[in-house]
């Protein structure tokens, strides 16, 4: 019950009105809210926030990620000389190669609980009951999942890149060498995030969402990498090359390969300007058909 | 005669205590199990229906323990508080899915009798999914009821219904009780137990605060005062003649006619009243007493 | 009720395990296998190398364990998370006929979408030697029927079933598989493997005897389905989430 904020003043005396008063103030438009979407979405899939259980596995993981990074910076600092190393033991680009399983397993933790919670608990219907869209709901939600994975995929790369430039790497070379991975992060970030969230958001049930994008994201590694291998073994180099678009990480790694010159780290890299056009307009189709199909599904959601 | 007997039960989870030390017996007709929200109430229906086991004491359906004993079934129907069913079957489907686990002859007629004792004939062969939340309580009770179990436990079965699917859901309750089977149902909803059951367990804290017939629970509880509402032809005169009286603690003139009179000792009031009337010519037109209620007992136990 | 199986239950699951988007998962791993098998067929023909690395490293290692993964949580699961399983318990049933008719329907789905196409996967790349697949076959029938009643134990003790079958598989037997020499005699998937061995003539697994493999596998049935009824005998289920 709301009543005027006057109070009768007699001498002293002032009643003060302390019931519920709406605000009539300013109030902040769909960009804010779009901010405060996203901001909120990258600290919890952090666990910043949030409990300190849900701090612990996303943590641990990033710990992980850095660990094998630390370790080849310790190498490279103290046994330059000594083995007469010249670059990073592991190349910029072929570290999220090598520790893609730690990188999938977070997609497939985080992805569910920034989509498929919404969806279970019906707490989508509170988001779209605000001044924002539902497309822009999505994105911001896909965007957080993104940068998180950015952030995990990045942050070893800058530790090694610290490390090799402590220890005496050509400045120049190391800088170039990493900013070409960093935008190689930055297309895997986006691949994962866009098939994780699909997944996702196709299931209520989290247990299902993890299993389906560990299952997505693993067997196609599994089966992209044999059937290269089975290729360069066969003199079929080709269908190497075309198999590499099967999984975000031959993909991405394809991509680097050809516009960086990065080391390849797979069989069968894509050469050539036909490969590479190829490559680029896979990554990009992988990215807007994702979102697209992600905008698709929740414009079926019921609210 | 079956009648269910919980003996010294107790129930924790680690360090909350969900029951403690209850003892009663549910035996034939309508039994309600009443309590604020986090009594216990569900707790108690599940240690009732074998999907707990008490931490002490015996739970026993004539004298056969309920706990790890799934013959005990037979003899059981449960409705849940939970919604979930099976969503991709239709009414028929699951009722019938319902009889032939129980290994009834005829499932489909068994199936078909119990939709239609709770009027979801029309429809029964629609997905479940398509369901309001009245139907699927009422093709829960129909899976309840397939087997005509002695015992019928209903955990807060009139959640979600509209007023007329509660009066059906009444009279189908009252109708099992006088058929003699021992139903108990829970909720934290006065009014619907009120009408149905005139025995009551009453649950507060994991405590067993009462059990009974709601109107002598009142009558025990004689350090609160009663109240009353007498409607006289002469209200000041009476009134002044009862606040002479040291069995009467208040009396108040009613704007809209009428006093209402705070008794202490009941007995003496009721033969002070009609005394008091006739010595001074007052005629009395009414006297209701107006908080033995279910709201006014409850109120009283679970008062901190 | 005396019966062993009950229809009625396992009608049931089929009905949970194909009403929902689980069911399509469970078709796309098969069709890969197969799929790839194609491919390496087309690219160098009948390899003996080749056709193995395909049937054990995608077959048995990953398709048979997550089609029996897939299929029985998707059978407990599901139905143990919402509470209707109620539905099931309060009956006077068995409790491991519960248990039987649904790893029935379980077992079925790890041979229709894990035995039978490495079956035919084997066929493809090399039609000249039948027991080359036929062994192979074996192993994953083996594996299926172990993987089965390991995770529908693991549906009735935990909420997080899918996430700890995953991680017994990724890193139990995936990672630590490989590195440890020891994980082998607790392996499923090596029992699988040297059970495939005799018959298809290959040698997957190193030490380790098709013999011991199958009073294993055996043992982990039984076991694991009796297991699996004792806890569902004591089931805690109140009415609240």
């Not at chain 1, 994201?217 to 075309?242: F, K, N, P, W």
């Amino acid at each position: 019950m709301s009543s005027p904020p006057e109070a009768p003043a007699s001498r002293s005396a002032v009643i003060h009105d302390l019931g519920y008063r709406p605000y009539e103030g300013p109030r902040l438009g769909e960009r804010a809210v779009a901010r405060a979407l996203f901001v909120t979405g990258l600290r919890n899939s952090y666990g910043l926030g949030r409990s300190a259980r849900s701090k612990a596995f996303p943590m641990i993981l990033l710990g992980l990620m850095l660990l094998p990074a630390l370790i080849l910076v310790g190498v490279l600092v103290q046994a330059k000389t000594l083995l007469g190393l010249s670059e990073q033991i592991v190349p910029y680009s072929t570290y999220p190669l090598t520790t893609q399983l730690l990188i999938s397993v977070f997609v497939a933790a985080q992805a569910p609980a920034l989509f498929s919670r919404d969806l279970r608990f019906g707490t989508i219907t509170l988001y779209l009951a605000r001044p924002v869209r539902r497309s822009t709901y999505v994105l911001m939600r896909l965007a957080s999942l993104a940068t998180a994975t950015l952030v995990l995929v990045g942050a070893p790369l800058l530790l090694l890149y610290a490390g090799g430039v402590l220890a005496g790497l050509p400045l120049g070379r190391e800088t170039l060498r990493t900013l070409g991975a960093l935008v190689g992060a930055v297309l895997l970030a986006a691949c994962l995030a866009g098939i994780g969230a699909l997944v996702a958001s196709l299931t209520i049930r989290r247990g299902l969402a993890v299993a389906g994008i560990i299952v997505v994201l693993l067997v196609s590694y599994t089966v992209v990498s044999a059937v290269q291998g089975i290729a360069l073994d066969s003199g079929h180099e080709q269908v190497g090359v075309v198999a590499g678009l099967f999984s975000p990480y031959t993909l991405v790694q394809g991509v680097e390969v050809l516009l960086f010159d990065a080391p390849q780290a797979t069989p069968t890299p894509p050469s050539g300007v036909g490969d590479g056009v190829l490559y680029l307009l896979v990554t990009a189709a992988v990215v807007l058909a994702s979102v697209a199909l992600l905008l698709a599904r929740y414009r079926r959601v019921r609210t | 005669m079956t009648s269910l007997v919980l003996e010294h039960v107790s129930r924790w989870f680690r360090n909350v205590v969900a029951v403690n030390d209850m003892s009663m017996t549910i035996g034939p007709g309508i039994t309600g199990l009443l309590g604020p929200n986090g009594a216990g109430k569900s707790t108690l229906i599940a240690l009732m229906s074998g999907f707990l086991a008490p931490s002490a004491g015996s739970v026993t359906l004539d004298g056969e323990p309920l706990w790890r004993n799934e013959s005990v079934y037979r003899r059981i129907g449960l409705v849940p508080e939970r919604e979930a069913l099976f969503d991709y079957l239709t009414g028929r489907q699951f009722v019938v899915a319902n009889a032939e686990l129980h290994g009834l002859v005829d499932p489909g007629a068994a199936a078909a009798a119990a939709v239609a004792l709770v009027e979801m004939t029309d429809a029964q062969d629609r997905a479940i999914s398509t369901y309001s939340k009245g139907m699927r309580q009422r093709i829960k009770m129909a899976s309840a009821l397939v087997h005509e179990p002695e015992v019928l436990l209903l955990d807060e079965p009139f959640n979600g219904m509209d007023p007329r699917q509660r009066l059906h859901l009444m009279d189908l309750l009252r109708a099992m009780g006088a058929e003699g089977r021992t139903v108990l149902f829970s909720s934290h909803i006065l009014e619907e137990v009120e009408q149905v059951a005139r025995q009551i367990e009453v649950v507060v804290a994991g405590r067993h605060a009462a059990s009974g017939d709601f109107g002598a629970i009142r009558r025990l509880m004689t350090d609160r005062p009663n109240r009353f509402v007498i409607r006289t032809s002469d209200d000041r005169v009476l009134a002044s003649v009862l606040l002479a009286d040291p069995s009467v603690r208040g009396v108040r003139l009613r704007s809209e006619g009428g006093i209402e009179v705070e008794a202490s000792d009941f007995g003496r009031f009721s033969e002070v009243l009609p005394r008091a009337a006739r010595e001074h010519r007052v005629r009395l037109l009414e006297v209701s007493p107006t908080d033995e209620s279910l709201e006014s007992v409850f109120a009283y136990l679970v008062a901190p | 009720m005396s019966a062993v199986l009950s229809p009625t239950v396992s009608r049931l699951g089929v009905r949970s395990v194909f009403g929902r988007r689980r069911g399509v998962l469970l078709y796309v791993l098969p069709v890969v296998l197969v799929g790839l098998a194609a491919l390496v067929r087309g690219l160098v023909g009948d390899d003996l190398l080749a056709a193995q690395h395909t049937l054990q490293g995608l077959g048995l290692v990953v398709v048979v364990p997550l089609v029996a993964l897939l299929a029985t949580t998707g059978l407990f699961s599901p139905e143990i998370d919402d509470g209707s399983i109620a539905y099931l318990l309060a009956k006077p049933v068995r409790r491991h006929t519960i248990v039987l008719s649904k790893l029935v329907v379980a077992w079925g789905c790890a041979v229709a979408f894990g035995v039978v196409p490495v079956l035919v996967a084997g066929l493809v790349l090399r039609p000249s030697d039948p027991a080359f697949g036929l062994g192979f076959a074996l192993g994953a029938l083996a594996g299926g029927l172990a993987y089965c009643v390991l995770f529908a134990l693991l549906s009735v003790l935990s909420r997080h079933a899918v996430i700890i079958g995953l991680v017994y598989l990724l890193i139990w037997e995936s990672l630590l598989g490989g590195l440890l020499d020891g994980v082998r005699w607790l392996s499923v998937g090596r029992w699988s493997q040297a059970i495939a061995e005799p018959v298809a003539d290959v040698s997957l697994v190193d030490k380790l005897g098709a013999g011991y493999s199958v009073v294993a596998t055996l043992v982990v049935v039984v076991i694991g389905t009796w297991l699996t009824s004792r806890r569902l005998r004591a089931f805690n289920l109140t009415g609240d989430e």
